[in-house]
């Protein structure tokens, strides 16, 4: 069992950085692929990055790739999000989550594929 607690989110303008933090909870947590899903008011949760167990492989959404880098540290249980020239639609909540039997580059971006969520980080971004 992992327990997942996002912060770092915020208010930030358009064209700025922000970072955001999963921190895990579980003896297990290096086992656990690791992704980043948001929300936005009307929308369905969508994919935005993930990084295998071993952090070798990442894969991001096309909407945000070259702008987003996803990390991981198993030494502290983290996860991050570093978010770099962001926009206004990248408003949204945004939830990690941990998945112990994800399989496939395509696998990686359904939520379905998730065994654990955190309950959500707000970011905003001002124009």
């Known amino acids: 069992q992992v327990q997942l607690v996002e912060s770092g989110g915020g208010l930030v303008q358009a064209g700025g950085s922000l970072r955001l933090s999963c921190a895990a909870s579980g003896r297990t947590f290096s086992r656990f692929a690791m992704g980043w899903f948001r929300q936005a008011p009307g929308k369905e949760r969508e994919f935005v990055a993930a990084i295998s167990w071993s952090g070798g492989n990442t894969f991001y959404a096309d909407s945000v790739k070259g702008r987003f880098t996803i990390s991981r540290d198993n030494a502290k249980n983290t996860v991050y999000l570093q978010m770099n020239s962001v926009k206004p639609e990248d408003t949204a909540v945004y939830y990690c989550?941990?998945?112990?039997?994800?399989?496939?580059?395509?696998?990686?971006?359904?939520?379905?594929?998730?065994?654990?969520w955190g309950e959500g980080t707000q970011v905003t971004v001002s124009s």
């Open positions: 989550a941990a998945g112990f039997s994800v399989r496939g580059q395509d696998s990686y971006t359904l939520p379905t594929e998730y065994d654990f």
